[in-house]
């Protein structure tokens, strides 16, 4: 079964930095889409990262864009979400996703067609205090 378990998350001060983890299992993390969302209180849920693969196509909203910076070890079947200058607006759930659709996902980055994530983790709570 294909699992996705997130942890890293916690309470920062503003300015800050954290590095969240995505350890995956039941499949190759190297060869999925994999990607990150966040959901803030009463906001809806918000894409903020993700890549096509080890070595794919990366994209960042624009909100994050210079601060947050996904990646994969291979070796630890492992995706991490570095996110530096934290502020109080990243404050949210962050949740951790795969597909094993890649080239959706690129057709997505150049064009805009709808993509649905297949997998999703439980999430894990950053709190940035101002």
């Known amino acids: 079964d294909v699992q996705l378990v997130e942890s890293g998350g916690g309470l920062v001060q503003a300015g800050g930095s954290l590095r969240l983890s995505c350890a995956a299992s039941g499949f190759s993390a190297a060869n999925y889409a994999i990607g990150w969302f966040r959901q803030a209180p009463g906001k809806e849920r918000e894409e903020v990262a993700c890549?096509?693969?080890?070595?794919?196509?990366?994209w960042y909203a624009d909100s994050v864009k210079g601060r947050f910076t996904i990646s994969t070890d291979n070796a630890k079947n492992t995706v991490y979400l570095q996110i530096n200058s934290l502020g109080p607006l990243d404050t949210a759930v962050y949740f951790c996703?795969?597909?094993?659709?890649?080239?959706?996902?690129?057709?997505?980055?150049?064009?805009?067609?709808?993509?649905?994530?297949?997998?999703w983790g439980l999430g894990t709570q950053v709190t940035v205090s101002s």
């Open positions: 996703v795969a597909d094993p659709d890649t080239w959706g996902l690129r057709l997505w980055m150049l064009t805009g067609i709808p993509y649905k994530w297949k997998y």
């Open positions: 890549t096509s693969g080890s070595g794919g196509a990366t």
